[in-house]
């Protein structure tokens, strides 16, 4: 089910997102802006987009259990 359809939902969204966005996104060299994208996928498999984040945090948002 991923593979044949919340993936491809994520793909589309992703690609229209940007492609709204391509006029305000500054381009500047030698560098890359990282974006975050939350996802919510329903009952049915439907892939809804929660909020895109610039810059987002890379750190683990749980703890993390030692061993």
Do not use: H
Request: with cysteine; charged share 25%; hydrophobic share 40%.
């Amino acid at each position: 089910m991923f593979g044949e359809r919340i993936q491809p939902a994520i793909q589309k969204i992703v690609q229209w997102s940007l492609e709204c966005a391509q006029d305000s996104i500054i381009n500047r060299e030698n560098s890359f802006e990282l974006f975050g994208y939350d996802f919510m996928i329903d009952e049915e498999c439907n892939t809804w987009l929660i909020e895109i984040n610039t810059s987002p945090a890379m750190d683990y948002s749980t703890v993390r259990l030692e061993r």
